[in-house]
C-alpha cells in the first residue's frame, strides 16, 4: 500500500535550521506532484510548498519565501524540505502529500505528520 513517512521534525531554537524528510513508498513516485503542509493548533491546515513531478517548478506560501526550499530526490522516491531562519510562527505539524491526477479523478496521499516546534 501507499506510505508517506515524514521524519526529521523536532525542538529549534529561533533562527535554528531544521530538514524534513518524507519517503514515499507503493506507488510511482515521479508522477506525482509532492507538497508540504503544515497545521498549527487551532488553525487550519496550510500549504508550505509544492514541487512539480520532475522537480522542475516549485511553489511556496509567501510566509516561507525566501526562508524554506523544498526539493525532491526522484531516485529515492524522497521529498525534503529545508527550513531556515525558524520562527515561532512556524511551529506546527508538518505533513507531506503526493498527488496525481488520474483516469478517476485527483487522487492525494498523505502522510502522518511530523512536529516542528520553534521555540527558546
Known amino acids: 500500500q501507499v506510505q508517506l513517512v515524514e521524519s526529521g521534525g523536532g525542538l529549534v531554537q529561533p533562527g535554528g535550521s531544521l530538514r524534513l524528510s518524507c519517503a514515499a513508498s507503493?506507488?510511482?513516485?515521479?508522477?506525482?506532484?509532492m507538497s508540504w503542509y503544515r497545521q498549527a493548533p487551532g488553525k487550519e491546515r496550510e500549504l508550505v510548498a509544492v514541487?512539480?513531478?520532475?522537480?522542475?517548478?516549485?511553489n511556496y506560501a509567501d510566509s516561507v519565501k525566501g526562508r524554506f526550499t523544498i526539493s525532491r530526490d526522484n531516485a529515492k522516491n524522497t521529498v525534503y524540505l529545508q527550513m531556515s531562519s525558524l520562527k515561532p510562527e512556524d511551529t506546527a505539524v508538518y505533513y507531506c502529500k503526493g498527488a496525481v491526477l488520474s483516469r478517476v479523478g485527483l487522487v492525494n496521499y498523505w502522510g502522518q505528520g511530523t512536529q516542528v516546534t520553534v521555540s527558546s
Open positions: 507503493g506507488l510511482l513516485f515521479t508522477n506525482y506532484a
Open positions: 514541487i512539480s513531478s520532475a522537480g522542475g517548478s516549485t
